[in-house]
């Protein structure tokens, strides 16, 4: 079975930096398109990040355009999110997300906090 395991997140201080990583398991992960979602208190999850199973092609949502890089490697079925110039508005849950076979997958989240 498809299965997502998100790690990496913790409390940083404004301007830190952080690197999410999401191991993935149960599926070709090469072939798949992967990506980075957030979930701040009270608000709606939003995409951060995505990038294409070849890793040639990734998108941002603007807000973290220039401080986030999302990456892959296929040989080690995980995808990472670098995250710099870290501002207390990111501090979230992030998760790692893949839609397979018509299913969308969740991994559990790692917390980011980002405060002083």
């Known amino acids: 079975q498809v299965q997502l395991v998100e790690s990496g997140g913790g409390l940083v201080q404004p301007g830190g930096s952080l690197r999410l990583s999401c191991a993935a398991s149960?599926?070709?992960?090469?072939?798949?398109?992967m990506s980075w979602y957030r979930q701040a208190p009270g608000k709606e999850r939003e995409l951060v990040a995505g990038?294409?199973?070849?890793?040639?092609?990734?998108n941002y949502v603007d807000s973290v355009k220039g401080r986030f890089t999302i990456s892959r490697d296929n040989a080690k079925n995980t995808v990472y999110l670098q995250m710099n110039s870290l501002k207390p508005e990111d501090t979230a849950v992030y998760y790692c997300n893949v839609w397979f076979n018509g299913y969308r997958y969740w991994g559990q989240g790692t917390q980011v906090t980002v405060s002083s």
């Open positions: 990038i294409a199973s070849a890793g040639g092609i990734t």
């Open positions: 149960g599926f070709t992960f090469r072939l798949y398109t």
